[in-house]
């Protein structure tokens, strides 16, 4: 794994509440170019709340957002337009148009943003991010119902990486999949970033993902990032939420789970 040295996104004084419920308080992040970042936290805590203010869905009572060196907030929408094509997102389940196939799916991004593309051309195209995602080519003409839970999720992955982005943000990109198609998935997250030099925003509770493929995790607990930085690091702190989720039952089965990969990888 490896991460850059300079900051494509920064998070400072971030606030966001519904109603009377104060979800962040002065929320501060940075993630460097080219790293895996994890965002990890308990329920309610919230991680996706975090990344739709980052992508402009959610309106933040409070703060500055910067991506690729450019505020967010309050940005003009043509202004935005020009920043967002530079990003993908697979949002939690997919979030596949149903009644279009995959390969029309991966298209959609590609028609707004470039709608002088057309045919052969778009065709083309799609196909390659559809076996970039791990897809077989077959993928294409399928509709959504056609597929298991893993090819919906690669689905999301191809159209994500439709407009060629620099950084992609996953929302529990591992979530309902059996531990073989998870490890699966998360070998093409690291090898898309390795390949492509992409930055990762990864939101997920799953902590084989955690340990196999993050640079440095960031942990939402109080309303803010209490703590961002590798596993070691983080385990070398006293906040009881990260030692409960670290060194509970889960967290030690996917610490060995690791180390034997680990181990593996060094007797090759």
């Known amino acids: 794994m490896k991460a850059g040295g300079d ?6 004084g971030l606030r966001n509440s519904f109603g009377e419920a104060v979800i962040h308080e002065n929320l501060d992040l940075d993630v460097r170019r080219g790293e895996i970042l994890g965002v990890v936290g308990g329920s309610g805590t919230g991680k996706s709340v975090l990344m ?3 992508i402009g869905l959610q309106t933040p009572d409070a703060g500055d957002i910067t991506v690729f060196g450019e505020s967010m907030i309050d940005r003009d929408e043509e202004e935005a337009k020009d920043i967002r094509r530079k990003w993908g997102i697979l949002f939690q389940g997919a979030a596949l148009f149903s009644t279009l196939t995959v390969a029309e799916n991966v298209q959609v991004p590609i028609r707004e943003y470039f709608p002088h593309i057309e045919g052969r051309l ?6 390659y991010k559809i076996v970039m995602s791990g897809l077989a080519p077959d993928a294409g003409p399928k509709y959504p119902s056609e597929l298991s839970g893993g090819m919906k999720k690669r689905a999301g992955i191809a159209r994500a990486l439709a407009l060629d982005p620099e950084l992609l943000f996953l929302d529990e990109p591992t979530a309902g999949l059996d ?7 998360d070998e ?7 390949a492509l030099g992409l930055t990762v925003f990864l939101i997920t509770h799953d902590l084989d993902t955690l340990y196999a493929i993050c640079d440095r995790i960031a942990v939402i607990a109080d309303r803010k990032i209490v703590a961002v930085g590798t596993i070691p690091q983080l385990l070398a702190l006293d906040h009881e939420w990260i030692q409960e989720y670290f060194r509970g039952p ?3 089965a996917a610490e060995l789970t690791a180390a034997a990969s680990a181990k593996g990888e060094a007797e090759r």
């Open 179 to 185: 531990p073989i198609g998870a490890a699966g998935f």
């Open 52 to 54: 739709r203010s980052i």
């Open 250 to 252: 889960r967290g030690r």
């Open 188 to 194: 093409l997250i690291s090898e898309l970033r390795d």
């Open 7 to 12: 900051t494509i996104i920064e998070v400072r």
């Open 122 to 127: 778009l065709d083309e195209i799609a196909a």
